[in-house]
């Protein structure tokens, strides 16, 4: 059953096919949305545009740290849709040598680079796309564990994703009287160009696949399946959330077995 029929869908955060992000736009096609990618500069838009025709939507420049660039999303946007039903947040930047010392050392200049990029933009694509949002538009953001529990090396990265689950609990509460949702995804850990950027990552990999309910890891599909139902109408009244996409590893207190 097509749950997103008729919907219009902006998808953020496309780098390649392995990205979390194609995965979600994957699905929300396969259950009838119309697609719109965004890309960051020449290094991905050919990888962007491909996957754009392929899902037969279109693609965008978007500049998310830049106001101009996302006043002309808006306007094309606008211009070609008319409208905006799912706004899918899939954004995230922290400096390497952020991710590999002490959370102390952390530079000002770099936190507050990760900040604006992996937080602040969630409140900058909302403000710049408002007035293209539906009624009853599903906003979501994705996010990670390691925002409220210690992750060893993931570092800065948690702080911000904590400052984003925050702003989309905010964001839920500003919109609210216009039947617009925000909520968020918290995927488990899963192999991607930017992930592997965590030092031992997939030593990740291996504790959560141990110690999880469902003894695996997830994949984008599985983190799609559950943007596909906080776009749809299934998820009416479902706000200012944090959803687990993550085999159940979050709900772990003690490992019922040696974890290497």
């Given at each position: 059953?097509?749950l997103?029929?008729?919907?219009?869908?902006?998808?953020?955060?496309?780098?390649?096919?392995?990205?979390?992000?194609?995965?979600?736009?994957?699905?929300l096609?396969?259950?009838?949305?119309?697609?719109?990618?965004?890309?960051?500069?020449?290094?991905?838009?050919?990888?962007?545009?491909?996957?754009?025709?392929?899902?037969?939507g279109?693609?965008?420049?978007?500049d998310?740290?830049?106001?101009?660039?996302?006043?002309?999303?808006?306007?094309?946007?606008r211009?070609?849709?008319?409208?905006?039903?799912?706004?899918?947040?899939?954004i995230?930047?922290?400096?390497?040598?952020?991710?590999?010392?002490?959370?102390?050392?952390?530079?000002?200049?770099?936190?507050?680079?990760?900040?604006?990029?992996?937080?602040?933009?969630?409140?900058?694509?909302?403000?710049?796309?408002?007035?293209?949002?539906?009624?009853?538009?599903?906003?979501m953001?994705?996010?990670?564990?390691?925002?409220?529990?210690?992750?060893?090396?993931?570092?800065?990265?948690?702080?911000?994703?904590?400052?984003?689950?925050?702003i989309?609990?905010?964001?839920?509460?500003?919109?609210?009287?216009?039947?617009?949702?925000?909520?968020?995804?918290?995927?488990?850990?899963?192999?991607?160009?930017?992930?592997?950027?965590?030092?031992?990552?997939?030593?990740?990999?291996?504790?959560?696949?141990?110690?999880?309910?469902?003894?695996?890891?997830?994949?984008?599909?599985?983190?799609g399946?559950?943007?596909?139902?906080l776009?749809?109408?299934?998820?009416?009244?479902v706000?200012?959330?944090?959803?687990?996409?993550?085999?159940?590893?979050?709900?772990?207190?003690m490992?019922?077995?040696?974890?290497?």
């Amino acid at each position: 059953m097509a749950l997103l029929e008729g919907k219009v869908a902006l998808v953020t955060g496309v780098a390649n096919k392995w990205s979390i992000a194609t995965g979600i736009a994957r699905e929300l096609h396969a259950h009838g949305a119309t697609i719109v990618l965004t890309y960051q500069g020449d290094r991905v838009r050919d990888e962007v545009e491909k996957l754009a025709a392929e899902l037969g939507g279109s693609a965008f420049a978007c500049d998310v740290a830049s106001d101009e660039s996302l006043a002309i999303l808006a306007d094309g946007v606008r211009d070609r849709y008319g409208r905006l039903d799912t706004l899918v947040h899939s954004i995230a930047f922290v400096n390497k040598e952020d991710l590999a010392g002490k959370v102390y050392t952390t530079s000002r200049a770099g936190f507050a680079l990760a900040a604006d990029i992996s937080a602040f933009s969630l409140i900058a694509l909302t403000n710049a796309l408002v007035d293209v949002l539906a009624e009853s538009a599903s906003i979501m953001a994705l996010t990670y564990f390691g925002s409220t529990t210690i992750v060893p090396n993931y570092n800065v990265a948690g702080i911000v994703k904590a400052a984003l689950e925050s702003i989309v609990r905010y964001l839920a509460y500003d919109l609210g009287d216009r039947g617009i949702r925000v909520n968020a995804i918290s995927a488990g850990p899963i192999s991607t160009a930017s992930s592997r950027q965590v030092r031992d990552f997939k030593k990740m990999l291996d504790k959560v696949a141990a110690a999880a309910p469902l003894r695996r890891n997830v994949t984008a599909r599985d983190v799609g399946a559950t943007a596909v139902y906080l776009a749809s109408d299934l998820s009416r009244a479902v706000t200012a959330d944090v959803h687990f996409v993550d085999a159940g590893y979050h709900a772990m207190g003690m490992y019922p077995e040696p974890v290497v």
